[in-house]
């Protein structure tokens, strides 16, 4: 019965081979036309070599007790160069004007409210450098210092000193990783990690760092505290391919029109079985193989003089090639599904 069965299918192959040859010109463009597309993401890799960094990326130190960053927003996007607070106590107001003591370059002034809502829309309608509300109780501070101090910094929604194509970036506090992918270092060429977030630009780390040493040194009655510095992690040694971001929309747009005409040709084929009764929806099935070797065979192939680098360069041969297999499988289903639509081969062609 194996015998048998094995006999069958290889004459079916061999009749639709047969079938085949008879359609030279039909045979030739199936053929074609995935390899021209396929030479289309060579062009595309032609574009940019990517750039090896084989020494790991470190960065400066950065001074967190300086507003520097966005002194330069002065009169634009900060319109009163302020810091605002509440409550309104004693202790609170030694702890600010410590803390804003502490800061290096141009000091902010400082104005206290009641209410927290009251420091928000200040910091608001105003446009302020930000606001700090203390969580502490008036009438606990009467007696003695916070053990405990907490306190939140009200910052403006939008960024001040980073734009994305000229659009203010939100914090996106929400987001553990970049929308993008990027290879290498996030904002590579900024000391301060960039926006964003822009917690360093924006200030955010600055007014943090005083308002806790000015709290340390005031509930240790201290004279100086050790000065504090924030640097990025070094970052290892990575690859810099630009051609990377555009090859993630390309290469799957690409594929899809090399198999446009197949598929068109796929259903016509179907179609006229149904229309005249002929068993030759099989033939499908042969020549796909030629489209599936030379399709590995010009993404796996280094083109070019002096690097080791091809389309897919790191990726398995036989990953590519039982990708392009169950494509053409989809691809066959598919074009079974959609000469559903049509009785006639006249009515596929108009």
Not at 144 to 165: A, D, H, M, Q
Not at 191 to 199: E, K, L, Q, V
Not at 302 to 307: D, E, K
Request: glycine residues 6%; positive net charge.
């Amino acid at each position: 019965m194996a015998s048998m069965t094995w006999t069958y299918f290889t004459l079916l192959m061999w009749k639709n081979f047969l079938i085949k040859l008879r359609h030279k010109t039909e045979l030739f463009i199936e053929i074609a036309v995935p390899v021209a597309f396929s030479c289309m993401l060579i062009a595309i890799r032609a574009i940019a070599f990517p750039d090896v960094i084989d020494t790991p990326t470190t960065y400066e130190a950065n001074d967190i007790r300086t507003l520097s960053s966005i002194s330069g927003k002065y009169q634009t996007e900060i319109k009163q160069w302020q810091i605002n607070y509440a409550p309104n106590h004693t202790i609170i107001d030694q702890l600010m004007t410590d803390a804003v003591q502490m800061m290096g370059g141009p000091q902010p002034t400082l104005k206290g409210f009641n209410t927290p809502e009251e420091v928000q829309r200040f910091v608001m309608a105003e446009a302020t450098i930000a606001g700090v509300v203390f969580d502490v109780n008036i009438k606990d501070l009467d007696k003695e210092y916070p053990k405990k101090l907490k306190f939140s910094l009200r910052f403006p929604g939008g960024s001040r000193t980073g734009k994305i194509f000229g659009t203010t970036t939100t914090w996106m506090t929400k987001k553990l990783f970049p929308m993008q992918f990027e290879q290498g270092p996030r904002n590579r060429n900024k000391s301060d990690g960039g926006t964003p977030p822009g917690y360093i630009p924006e200030g955010f780390a600055t007014l943090q760092n005083v308002i806790s040493a000015s709290y340390i040194k005031l509930i240790g009655q201290l004279e100086e505290i050790p000065y504090v510095t924030v640097q990025r992690f070094p970052y290892k040694p990575y690859v810099d391919d630009p051609i990377i971001m555009a090859m993630e929309v390309m290469v799957a747009f690409i594929i899809l029109l090399s198999f446009v005409y197949p598929c068109i040709q796929a259903v016509k084929h179907v179609t006229t079985e149904k229309e005249t009764q002929l068993k030759e929806a099989m033939k499908l099935w042969d020549c796909r193989h030629p489209y599936i070797g030379l399709h590995v065979c010009i993404l796996k192939v280094p083109w070019f003089n002096g690097f080791s680098l091809a389309v897919f360069t790191h990726t398995s041969a036989s990953l590519l090639l039982v990708f392009f297999l169950i494509y053409i499988m989809g691809l066959v289903t598919f074009s079974f599904m959609m000469s559903s639509f049509f009785t006639k081969q006249m009515s596929l062609e108009r």
